[in-house]
């Protein structure tokens, strides 16, 4: 015979010869408290130790000699914004894609392998304009044997703030184009030997601000290059500024294994020093080395988290640095992307289940003058009690 019968929770009836259920969900809430409180011992350790000390510096290891390990490139950072190739109606007239070559050829002959132009330090109207600019950068690329980034708006016909002198100059119609497309936000990797390495497109451009932007392909461009003056390569990338508050091409460059990761970049004067600290994560999370040049602070960040230089730069500057290229290091974020915060939260889900849901209490007793088996189970604020064996009813 098996009997069953269901009380409310604390009620007062049922056999009095039941016997007494445990009820532990608090004592389950430390266990999961404590559970959780070792896997954030572990998660913060294993970072901190990942960038103290992998890296080989624990036991404060001579910097130069470790340094001395890796390729060095000489970069440098070209710093300004949408400079045109006349002095158009709304820019400064120095503001002209000649002073931005005359300054990249200065670092050049300064001895830099690589230069890289702020986000849009140069804009374009118009196929011809475009097609003059990028003429002229692969000349001074082959002329100092470099790479050279540049990184420009390439203004399809919309003519922004352009006024009807400036159209005329720019052979566009008075009044300007019907329904023009919009604009290009661009990368544009230049090989030493003038050939396009890669040209990438922004993808995420900030809503509202970049109205007038085409979001491009997100998706990574990857180069082997040539360390100029070495017979050592590196995998390049890039990206252009808020591309980097996402994850999908700084992800997908970190899986290619990518060392040098380039990132043109203009911000506001409130957000230059948070964006430069919070620039140093993709770095990290991806194990690769950043290149930023902006109009705030430009630096380069190693795959450690380790800054080679961080310099505070306005328009119309220039910066320059000699930085290791570190190979790439490999990282769980790089291979899985963001799968571990996916596990992490349905992992929460469950864990907030178990801490809050009453335990399950399973006792099995004998019963006092009947000799018989029995149990409790606690379930959502209701006792369950079952009982087996010849003449018990319940308990």
Same mark, same amino acid.
């Given at each position: 015979? %098996?009997? +069953?019968? *269901?009380?409310?929770? $604390?009620?007062?009836?049922?056999?009095?010869?039941?016997?007494?259920?445990?009820? #532990?969900?608090?004592?389950? =809430?430390?266990?999961?408290?404590?559970?959780?409180?070792?896997? *954030?011992?572990?998660? *913060? /350790?294993?970072?901190?130790?990942?960038?103290?000390?992998?890296?080989?510096?624990?036991?404060?290891?001579?910097?130069?000699?470790?340094?001395?390990?890796? @390729?060095?490139?000489?970069?440098?950072?070209?710093?300004? !914004?949408?400079?045109?190739?006349?002095?158009?109606?709304?820019?400064?007239?120095?503001?002209?894609?000649?002073?931005?070559?005359?300054?990249?050829?200065?670092?050049?002959?300064?001895?830099?392998?690589?230069?890289?132009?702020?986000?849009?330090?140069?804009?374009?109207?118009?196929?011809?304009?475009? &097609?003059?600019?990028?003429?002229?950068?692969?000349?001074?690329?082959?002329?100092?044997?470099?790479?050279?980034?540049?990184?420009?708006?390439?203004?399809?016909?919309?003519?922004?703030?352009?006024?009807?002198?400036?159209?005329?100059?720019? $052979?566009?119609?008075?009044?300007? +184009?019907?329904?023009?497309?919009?604009?290009?936000?661009?990368?544009?990797?230049?090989? @030493?030997?003038? =050939?396009?390495?890669?040209?990438?497109?922004?993808?995420?451009?900030?809503?509202?601000?970049?109205?007038?932007? &085409?979001?491009?392909?997100?998706?990574?461009?990857?180069?082997?290059?040539? %360390?100029?003056?070495?017979?050592?390569?590196?995998?390049?990338?890039?990206?252009?500024?808020?591309?980097?508050?996402?994850?999908?091409?700084?992800?997908?460059?970190?899986?290619?294994?990518?060392?040098?990761? +380039?990132?043109?970049?203009?911000?506001?004067?409130?957000?230059?020093?948070?964006?430069?600290?919070?620039?140093?994560?993709?770095?990290?999370?991806?194990?690769?080395?950043?290149?930023?040049? !902006?109009?705030?602070?430009?630096?380069?960040?190693?795959?450690?988290?380790?800054?080679?230089?961080?310099?505070?730069?306005?328009?119309?500057?220039?910066?320059?640095?000699?930085?290791?290229?570190?190979?790439?290091?490999?990282?769980?974020?790089?291979?899985?992307?963001?799968?571990? $915060?996916?596990?992490?939260?349905?992992?929460?889900?469950?864990? +907030?289940?178990?801490?809050? /849901?009453?335990?399950?209490?399973?006792?099995?007793?004998?019963?006092?003058?009947?000799?018989?088996?029995?149990?409790? *189970?606690?379930?959502?604020?209701?006792?369950?009690?079952?009982? /087996?064996?010849? #003449?018990?009813?319940?308990?």
């Amino acid at each position: 015979m %098996i009997s +069953l019968e *269901l009380v409310g929770h $604390g009620s007062a009836s049922g056999n009095k010869h039941a016997a007494p259920t445990e009820v #532990g969900a608090p004592r389950r =809430s430390y266990r999961v408290a404590f559970v959780f409180a070792i896997y *954030l011992f572990v998660v *913060l /350790t294993y970072g901190a130790a990942r960038i103290e000390t992998f890296n080989g510096n624990l036991f404060q290891n001579d910097q130069e000699a470790m340094e001395d390990s890796y @390729p060095r490139l000489h970069v440098g950072c070209v710093i300004n !914004n949408e400079a045109t190739s006349i002095p158009n109606s709304f820019t400064p007239g120095w503001m002209t894609h000649e002073w931005i070559f005359n300054s990249t050829e200065t670092l050049a002959q300064r001895g830099a392998q690589l230069v890289l132009w702020s986000e849009t330090a140069a804009r374009t109207i118009g196929a011809a304009d475009e &097609q003059a600019l990028l003429n002229r950068s692969i000349a001074i690329a082959k002329k100092y044997k470099m790479l050279l980034g540049i990184a420009y708006l390439a203004d399809r016909g919309l003519c922004r703030k352009c006024n009807e002198a400036d159209r005329v100059a720019y $052979g566009l119609p008075a009044g300007g +184009l019907t329904n023009p497309p919009l604009d290009f936000n661009k990368l544009t990797l230049i090989n @030493p030997d003038g =050939s396009i390495a890669f040209s990438y497109y922004k993808s995420h451009p900030v809503p509202a601000v970049e109205w007038n932007v &085409q979001a491009g392909d997100p998706s990574a461009k990857i180069a082997d290059v040539q %360390i100029p003056g070495s017979s050592k390569t590196m995998k390049v990338s890039g990206a252009i500024c808020f591309d980097l508050s996402f994850d999908d091409v700084p992800q997908q460059a970190g899986a290619a294994g990518v060392d040098l990761f +380039l990132e043109p970049s203009y911000t506001w004067s409130t957000i230059h020093q948070f964006t430069s600290e919070m620039d140093t994560i993709p770095s990290i999370a991806n194990g690769f080395t950043n290149l930023r040049c !902006n109009n705030g602070y430009s630096q380069a960040v190693g795959p450690w988290g380790e800054r080679y230089f961080h310099a505070y730069t306005l328009i119309g500057s220039t910066a320059e640095a000699i930085i290791p290229i570190k190979p790439h290091v490999r990282t769980p974020y790089a291979a899985w992307g963001e799968m571990f $915060g996916w596990i992490c939260l349905a992992l929460t889900f469950f864990v +907030l289940l178990f801490a809050f /849901t009453p335990v399950v209490v399973l006792k099995y007793v004998v019963v006092p003058g009947l000799g018989s088996y029995g149990g409790s *189970l606690e379930l959502g604020g209701t006792l369950w009690k079952w009982g /087996t064996g010849t #003449g018990l009813g319940s308990i």
